[in-house]
């Protein structure tokens, strides 16, 4: 049976709390009658990150678990996840409640104290998520998977928590797909890699024989369609995750690349050339049919398709410079979208569908930014040398791209939040390049 | 369908479910929830991509600044083929009449603006030289590679190289060059053959690459 975490997390957590509340309130009714409202705002990005403290797990890979919990949280910009030298607690049982009055004095507002176990050779981990202030329990789950599996489950509590404290979906539980690169500036060597989205369990998928460019998965997370340059042309593939097969995708000509999963997952977009025309064209991976989007003596590429599959976003320089513009899914009713100064390219939707994530040239710099799908409400959020290929985390709230702080630097892969706050660099420190992240996984 | 050397076995799947305090009797909430997870990285055996020759540097690397300036025009081809060394192609075909004994003694890079793919006087002239040379070996094919510097998008690249490609080819075929002799491919700013990180650099890196092919 596979369920999305949303769909069976939240009535699951909704009754625990109800139950556990209940419950608690009954026997702490004398004791606090205020029960705080805990949450964090993500709206606004300059808002005081929550001061939360996440005790060590204990039982197998307990430390491990906390701290993959703590750099999660903290990199999202939305917590201080208090130093753990600092706990005045140190013993936690967590099926004690813990003492509230100890941890109010490292002003920490949430507390999570977890443990875990073994059983029938599966790991178990539970945890809770306490509201110190409110002196109330706010979320109590457990996990249960393989033990070399317990990075998971330390994402799928992040999530929880994240969730918990935000109302928001979290996206510790994703993967990020990306260009693993190596060797000199005019020798160089690109490998397609998977990680989890904090960087943990790097993988390669290709030998490094082919260059390959611009990896997406597709919604399902079950496919990864990439373009890989040899020395007569650009060809696009298909890898399926579970099997390692790898399929290439017929088009005409030698040279096709930029593709990208339509939404439901049938279909690739890409470009392809004719003779130096560069033109957008949508493949049905199902039937085989081949259809020419864009007809326009001009570039067209970089095209991405709305989540609700109904517009397509490309870069063309149709107009004398090169702007993003929107089509209707069959290449009708063409539009442009960006009319300010310095070039505009590589348009990614939001996985809303309510904002367009782009890349722009201008001053001799390059910028990542967001917009409306309109066009309008343009922000800027990172700036450098070159930064360029932005992706989209699961729930919208962060940016992952490429970047190169200066003339001759390696690129590797940043993050920032959509606000425009909490640019940082990846916990994949190696070189590295078009990233595209995952929807978080089943 | 090539099988990949890293298969990727499913893993066990993850469970969840919600735990109760002490206070409250436990609540059976469970489900499943099948994981994937990639396998420890496989063994790197990293094959270089196919070195262009640095060496080869041109000798004219123009220096152009970086505007946003777009400029179209079709490939740019000549009032008419020189018209001796296309009598020689179709009299003398047979031996290596060709002025050049190689293409790269011909040039064998045309050297393009920022953000253009239209040919200049200097770049014309090379390609004459380059025809010279497939007139004069008629057996053989020429595969042309479009380049880019680093200051453009990955993709946007890929299409301007293709342009550039396209451009040095079309002018190839105005001076009497058999279309079958010649294959495009555009590397973008994937393969560059000057290190630096400036305008100089830039400059060497923005071409068309004609090479032998078979």
């Given amino acids: ?442 | 369908m090539t099988p990949s050397p890293n298969s990727i076995p499913q893993v066990s799947g993850l469970k969840i479910r919600s735990i109760a305090l002490m206070l409250v009797s436990s609540i059976a909430l469970v489900a499943c929830a099948s994981t994937k997870k990639v396998e420890p990285p496989a063994v790197a055996t990293t094959a270089p991509v196919a070195a262009e020759n640095a060496e080869a540097a041109p000798t004219v690397a123009p220096t152009a600044p970086a505007t946003d300036r777009q400029v179209y025009s079709a490939p740019l081809t000549p009032a008419a083929p020189a018209t001796d060394t296309s009598q020689a192609e179709s009299s003398r075909a047979a031996e290596n009449l060709s002025p050049f004994a190689t293409i790269a003694e011909a040039g064998e890079r045309v050297f393009f603006e920022t953000d253009r793919f239209d040919l200049t006087d200097e770049a014309r002239a090379i390609l004459t030289r380059q025809a010279a040379w497939i007139r004069g070996n008629p057996g053989k094919r020429i595969l042309i590679a479009g380049n880019c510097d680093e200051r453009g998008t990955r993709e946007y690249n890929l299409a301007l190289g293709a342009r550039r490609a396209s451009a040095a080819r079309d002018f190839l075929i105005g001076l009497g060059i058999d279309p079958e002799r010649i294959e495009t491919v555009s590397y973008g700013k994937e393969r560059p053959i000057d290190e630096r990180p400036s305008a100089e650099g830039w400059a060497v890196n923005r071409n068309a690459h004609t090479m032998l092919l078979d």
């Fill in chain 1, 1 to 442: 049976m596979i369920m999305t975490p949303r769909s069976f997390l939240f009535p699951a957590l909704t009754r625990t709390i109800r139950t556990v509340l209940t419950g608690l309130l009954l026997a702490l009714a004398l004791i606090t009658p205020a029960f705080a409202q805990l949450n964090v705002s993500v709206t606004d990005g300059h808002r005081r990150p929550m001061p939360i403290a996440i005790s060590d797990f204990s039982g197998p890979h307990g430390g491990s678990i906390a701290n993959a919990v703590r750099d999660n949280l903290a990199r999202s910009g939305l917590f201080q996840v208090q130093n753990p030298d600092s706990f005045l607690q140190r013993e936690m049982d967590v099926n004690v409640a813990p003492r509230f009055a100890d941890w109010r004095v490292i002003k920490t507002e949430a507390l999570v104290v977890g443990r875990g176990g073994t059983n029938a050779g599966r790991l178990r981990v539970e945890f809770r998520l306490w509201d110190v202030y409110g002196e109330s329990q706010m979320l109590g789950l457990e996990f249960s998977t393989t033990d070399e599996n317990w990075r998971r489950i330390a994402h799928k509590i992040s999530d929880a928590i994240y969730r918990r404290l935000t109302g928001e979906a979290g996206y510790f539980d994703s993967r990020v797909v990306f260009v693993a690169e190596s060797g000199s500036r005019t020798n160089r060597v690109k490998r397609l890699a998977v990680m989890d989205q904090d960087g943990a369990n790097p993988s390669y998928l290709t030998d490094g024989s082919e260059q390959v460019l611009n990896p997406r998965f597709n919604a399902q997370g079950q496919q990864i369609v990439y373009s890989a340059l040899s020395d007569r042309g650009i060809k696009i593939w298909v890898v399926d995750i579970e099997t390692g097969r790898k399929e290439a995708v017929a088009v005409p000509g030698n040279m096709a690349f930029a593709p990208r999963f339509t939404p439901d997952g049938q279909s690739i977009i890409f470009s392809a050339d004719r003779d130096g025309d560069v033109d957008v064209f949508i493949k049905s991976l199902r039937t085989g049919k081949l259809s020419q989007l864009t007809r326009n003596p001009a570039i067209d590429t970089s095209p991405d398709m709305s989540p609700n599959g109904d517009q397509i976003v490309f870069t063309s320089d149709r107009g004398g410079s090169t702007q993003i513009y929107a089509m209707n899914a069959d290449g009708s009713g063409v539009r442009r979208l960006t009319f300010g100064e310095g070039r505009y390219s590589t348009a990614v939707w939001s996985p809303k569908g309510d904002l367009i994530a782009f890349t722009r040239q201008s001053g001799g710099q390059f910028q990542i930014g967001v917009m409306a799908a309109d066009g309008s409400n343009m922000k800027i959020l990172a700036e450098a040398y070159l930064v360029e290929g932005p992706t989209w985390s699961p729930n919208g709230r962060v940016i992952m791209f490429q970047r190169e702080g200066g003339p001759g630097q390696s690129p590797s892969l940043w993050t920032v939040d959509v606000s425009g706050t909490n640019l940082r660099k990846s916990p994949w420190s190696a070189p590295g390049s078009d990233p595209g992240w995952s929807a978080t996984l089943p």
